[in-house]
């Protein structure tokens, strides 16, 4: 059977060949990680994904959840996997063992996850928010709610969820009515109702803790004025046991077009004046708490959708190379000229070439952001910890945005290419397609990712997060300069870079202009934009990792006679196709994007509203 979720063989390049995984396993802050475990854990994610998830996908699609009176019933198929993910402690790769982590680098946890995010996001999401909420509560909680909640948070015994959203309120949490009344015994009385709550109700564990945005009584208005509380599904004893319902009532579930087997909830909090949380942190900080957990999920998201991505891509490349249809263009006018597969016409090249270039550059990107996140904890100075945690705040709008979008395009493609059949459910690229859609909305909308990138990223540290990012890129045009094979296309990326950097920062001292309106209008094209050189960086770092490992095989002979017979030079080679491909193709476009950025008087801030 053809590999459906990932690429082994391409993880291992990007973690060994193009980024230096090796110096985070060397650098003694991960106890007993070398090497050969790293591999191993990605050994063991990969069985898991495909022997015992990706069963689920399909199936747990077909069945749904189920709404009955207050409660939710998941697919039964999850249960018995479910069972696997909490006994194997998968649920919080890069967390402490006294917690029921692992204790691994982020960038081997990122390369797990890609085989299990790949083989049913749906059905992970409900170990992915246990590792973001209990995150928050390893950060922020005290030592008794530490006690009482992390382990059964990061091994996924009990479920979490992020109780943000509000009918009135959408993304401006600023204007949520969720209220808070400090009781005598320090806990708070909850009351409110909140909607878009994924996995808000469910039967799969005994427990789900609900971190919950909420405003005391006299805290001050808009998002200065908001905490956030422990609110537990069913009470927790002191001693750690289960104690009485706690008035958290599910009031229907989304009729979603798909992650069909994760409830996304509405939620009543307290209707019978009997709901009681724990404040996470000090009073008014529930902002700055939240987004701890929600800069984790946003990259997490970006990874859904590049996951969606790759397995969109294999099964394309797999049903292209067996499908026969038409002839040869050069065969067309020979009567009874056989049938080809349909990966020879160019038209399906094409789309598999684009498909692969943006799946490998998603792959790269998505891994060397988890490679900043060790590096930043490894840093031997503050000056390198800036540097990394810089890179973090300014990839991580990008990974979620672009990686969401670009995700779903790569699966549009795949549907193309399977044609009519694609179509239909008889074959994975429908449920891909529209399980992908939900990445480019959640977990803060891409124009809000847009919007923060422009007006907080940009300019952070007097724009140094963006120099760094500048700077990083110009390392590998260097290196690809001493390769005659990559220098036109080091020069193509040091052309988007600086024409992307002058554009950013002109765009970025707008918003302190009279035009503020017509620079945020172009956010979203900006951070577009970005992601498009982003994408030619990953693909030229790739290139100048690969050219090497090429010439070493080549051994005098010519490049289309070794890699027709040789898989190891093939693979090689593809990296330098990809890159050239977008080079070529698609980057020229994006100097068209950064030209058409009309940030004085941009119609679409002039326009009045009537003449929509």
């Not at 599904?233 to 104690?243: A, F, S």
């Not at 909305?441 to 120099?467: H, P, S, T, V, W």
């Not at 017979?565 to 196709?577: P, Q, S, V």
């Amino acid at each position: 059977m053809a590999e459906v979720i990932s690429d082994r063989r391409d993880i291992d390049f990007v973690l060994y060949e193009q980024l230096d995984t090796q110096s985070i396993l060397d650098s003694g802050a991960f106890d007993d990680v070398n090497k050969k475990m790293a591999d191993m854990v990605i050994k063991e994610a990969r069985n898991l994904a495909v022997k015992e998830i990706l069963p689920t996908y399909t199936l747990g699609d077909k069945e749904g959840v189920v709404f009955d009176r207050g409660e939710v019933r998941v697919p039964e198929c999850f249960r018995p996997v479910h069972k696997l993910l909490v006994e194997g402690e998968w649920g919080a790769l890069t967390e402490a063992p006294e917690f029921g982590g692992q204790g691994l680098p982020h960038i081997v946890a990122q390369a797990a996850l890609e085989y299990m995010i790949g083989a049913n996001y749906t059905f992970m999401t409900y170990a992915i928010l246990g590792h973001g909420a209990g995150k928050m509560v390893d950060i922020f909680g005290t030592p008794e709610q530490k006690q009482l909640f992390l382990k059964k948070m990061y091994t996924c015994e009990w479920g979490s969820t992020m109780l943000l959203t509000e009918p009135q309120a959408g993304s401006d949490l600023g204007a949520l009515t969720t209220s808070a009344v400090k009781n005598d015994d320090r806990t708070y009385s909850i009351t409110g109702g909140k909607i878009f709550i994924t996995n808000g109700q469910q039967d799969l564990t005994e427990n789900i803790i609900h971190p919950v945005l909420a405003r005391i009584e006299g805290a001050p208005e808009g998002t200065k004025g908001i905490s956030i509380f422990l609110v537990p599904k069913i009470w927790v004893n002191p001693d750690g046991t289960l104690g009485e319902d706690n008035d958290v009532v599910c009031t229907g579930v989304e009729d979603k077009m798909g992650i069909h087997g994760s409830p996304t909830c509405s939620l009543s909090l307290g209707s019978k004046g009997k709901c009681r949380g724990w404040l996470l942190g000090e009073e008014n900080q529930g902002m700055a708490i939240m987004f701890h957990m929600m800069n984790d999920v946003r990259l997490e998201v970006g990874t859904q959708a590049f996951t969606h991505a790759s397995c969109a891509y294999l099964h394309a490349l797999d049903y292209a190379t067996g499908r026969l249809q038409g002839r040869a263009l050069e065969d067309s006018a020979k009567p009874g000229a056989p049938q080809v597969p349909i990966i020879q016409h160019p038209d399906v090249r094409r789309m598999l070439l684009k498909m692969k270039a943006y799946v490998e550059g998603m792959r790269s990107l998505t891994l060397f952001t988890a490679f900043c996140f060790d590096k930043k904890s490894c840093a031997a100075t503050p000056e390198e910890r800036e540097q990394y945690g810089g890179l973090i705040e300014i990839l991580t709008p990008v990974v979620k945005a672009y990686c969401s979008e670009k995700g779903f395009d790569v699966c549009v493609d795949g549907m193309q290419i399977f044609g009519g059949y694609g179509y239909t459910k008889e074959y994975p690229m429908e449920q891909l397609t529209r399980d992908c859609k939900i990445c480019s909305i959640y977990e803060g909308a891409n124009g809000i990712q847009a919007m923060d990138f422009l007006g907080r990223k940009i300019a952070m540290n007097k724009g140094a997060y963006l120099d760094s990012l500048m700077g990083e890129m110009k390392k590998t045009i260097a290196r690809a300069r001493t390769h005659e094979l990559l220098g036109d296309m080091a020069d193509q990326l040091e052309a988007a870079a600086d024409k992307f950097h002058k554009t950013a920062m002109d765009i970025a001292g707008s918003i302190q202009s009279p035009a503020f309106k017509s620079a945020f209008a172009v956010a979203h094209p900006l951070m577009d934009a970005a992601g498009d050189v982003i994408m030619a960086w990953m693909l030229l770092w790739r290139a100048t990792a690969a050219l090497p490992a090429l010439e070493k095989r080549l051994k005098g002979k010519s490049m289309d006679e070794v890699v027709a017979r040789d898989k190891t030079a093939a693979f090689y080679h593809g990296k330098l196709m990809a890159a050239r491909f977008f080079m070529e193709t698609l980057l020229p476009v994006t100097l068209g994007k950064l030209d058409a950025l009309c940030t004085d008087n941009n119609p679409a801030v002039t326009i009045q509203e009537n003449a929509f």
